[in-house]
Structures are given as structure tokens and as C-alpha cells.
């Protein structure tokens, strides 16, 4: 089996300092293996690295990083197999977060595991979203 990665040089996924998050921490944004596209998780940052105002933000913007490395990888939302969520504070705004997630998740649904978790990689976070997809050929 071969595998293909993919790291965004888009200039949202710049890291403080020059260079790419994915540089930096060593890791690759997108794989491709398997006939499968495994997107690594997405976080809810301004395209500037800003933090969002609201929480609903934050969640566009998760999502718009998700589609955005899945279709530099050749993919589409519609291709989605896996979502996996990792949320702080879930109950105070799981509806908010399903209210953006109908607008970026077509039928028919993927799976979807979501999980409340303490704490992100950054202290305001409040969002972090991975996902598998269907390669297309």
C-alpha cells in the first residue's frame, strides 16, 4: 500500500515564527492511503491564527479548514466516512455546533463520534474536528 500526504500551504495554516503548523509540529494535514483520505484535526482559529469572538465562529471555521485540506486532497464533503468531534464545554453548545454542522455535512451522514474533552492545544479553543473520507480515483 502506498501513501500520499498533503500539507496546506495555505497561509491560514502559517506557524508564529515562518514556516507551516505542519512543519513545526511535524505532521501532515492530509493522507492519503488505502483508498481513504484521513484529514487530521481541524481547530476553529481565524484564517489570521486569531481567535474567534463566539463559539458559532469557531465552528465555521473548523469546519472551513476541514474542507478546505480535503479538497486540496482531492476530495469532497460529500466524500466524508468518519467525523470525529472534540469539544470544551459540549453541553453549553452542542446546538450551535449542529446548526453549523448541517450546512457542511451532506447526507448521506457519515459516522460521528463526539466526544467533551477537558482541554485543545490552546487554551480558548473550543472545537477540534477529524475526519476520514473516500478517495476518489
Not at 27 to 41: D, E, P, Q, R
Not at 54 to 80: S, T, W
Not at 116 to 122: F, K, Q, T
Not at 128 to 137: C, L, M, N
Amino acid at each position: 500500500m502506498t501513501k500520499t500526504t498533503y500539507s496546506s500551504n495555505n497561509p491560514m495554516f502559517a506557524a508564529a515564527g515562518g514556516g507551516s503548523i505542519f512543519d513545526k509540529f511535524q505532521y501532515s494535514s492530509v493522507v492519503k492511503a488505502g483508498g481513504l483520505i484521513f484529514i487530521a484535526g481541524q481547530i476553529g482559529l481565524n484564517p489570521d491564527g486569531s481567535m474567534p469572538d463566539k463559539p458559532e465562529q469557531q465552528f465555521v471555521n473548523a469546519f472551513e479548514r476541514l474542507k478546505l485540506v480535503l479538497e486540496e486532497a482531492g476530495g469532497q464533503m460529500g466524500d466524508l466516512v468518519e467525523l470525529v468531534s472534540y469539544h470544551v464545554g459540549l453541553s453549553s453548545h452542542l446546538a450551535d455546533f449542529m446548526k453549523v454542522k448541517e450546512k457542511y455535512v451532506p447526507a448521506p451522514f457519515p459516522t460521528w463520534t463526539i466526544l467533551d474533552i477537558a482541554g485543545l492545544a490552546r487554551p480558548d479553543l473550543i472545537i477540534e474536528i477529524k475526519a476520514v473520507a473516500v478517495a476518489r480515483d
